[in-house]
């Protein structure tokens, strides 16, 4: 999954050129201003993509089920990775 858009806010997949990253990074902005409100990322210790919200922002229960969603639809397409090696 590379971009989603949703009603607020925009979900991007940075091209960040690391070999030894066997994940992906995505930054997470509002779609009006483009202003970053935070990124999604593989946290190792928890074995899943998680989102790291950046300082002073504040979330509505639509945006979180965005995200969420987001989420979920990351895990499946590693699921389904894992599945086909």
Known sequence: MDNKEYKYMLIEKL???NKKR???IYS???KKAK???GC???HPSWRQYCFF???DTVF???CLEDINNFLEQLKQERKNKNNES
């Open 35 to 37: 202003f970053i409100i």
């Open 22 to 24: 066997k994940t992906n």
């Open 15 to 17: 091209n960040i050129e």
């Open 60 to 62: 509505s229960k639509g």
């Open 53 to 55: 919200p950046g300082q």
């Open 28 to 30: 997470v902005k509002t």
């Open 40 to 42: 999604i990322k593989w």
